[in-house]
């Protein structure tokens, strides 16, 4: 059983700073992809950024140039700074993971959501 361990989120002030963190354990052959994705009430989850086992990342236009996403392959984590945070930003954060179990076998997994809240 694969498993993602979010941390890091909690109130901020417009304009401030948070990071996120999220650890995958369990037994895992390869991490293909990690990301994180948002949702606010009455609205779609959205991927927020994603990165790849190569370090290509993409992100949503709405975070491009305040958010930065980087791994840790060391320890299977990745990372998202976030910066100039707008209460538009204000949503729970999910972690998500593409892995390689074994041989031929791919599966993806989510972390239970963390709040940012962010409001003066």
């Known amino acids: 059983q694969v498993r993602l361990m979010e941390s890091g989120a909690g109130p901020v002030q417009p304009g401030g700073s948070l990071t996120l963190s999220c650890t995958a354990s369990?037994?895992?052959?390869?991490?293909?992809?990690m990301g994180w994705y948002r949702q606010s009430p009455g609205k779609q989850r959205e991927l927020v950024a994603v990165?790849?086992?190569?370090?290509?990342?993409n992100y949503a236009d709405s975070v491009k140039g305040r958010f930065t996403i980087f791994r840790d392959n060391a320890d299977n984590s990745v990372k998202l700074q976030m910066n100039s945070l707008k209460p538009d930003d204000t949503a729970v954060y999910y972690c998500?993971?593409?892995?390689?179990?074994?041989?031929?076998?791919?599966?993806?997994?989510w972390g239970q959501g963390t709040q940012v809240t962010v409001s003066s």
């Open positions: 990165i790849t086992s190569s370090d290509t990342t």
């Open positions: 369990g037994s895992i052959s390869r991490i293909n992809h």
């Open positions: 998500n993971a593409g892995v390689t179990l074994r041989i031929g076998v791919r599966s993806a997994y």
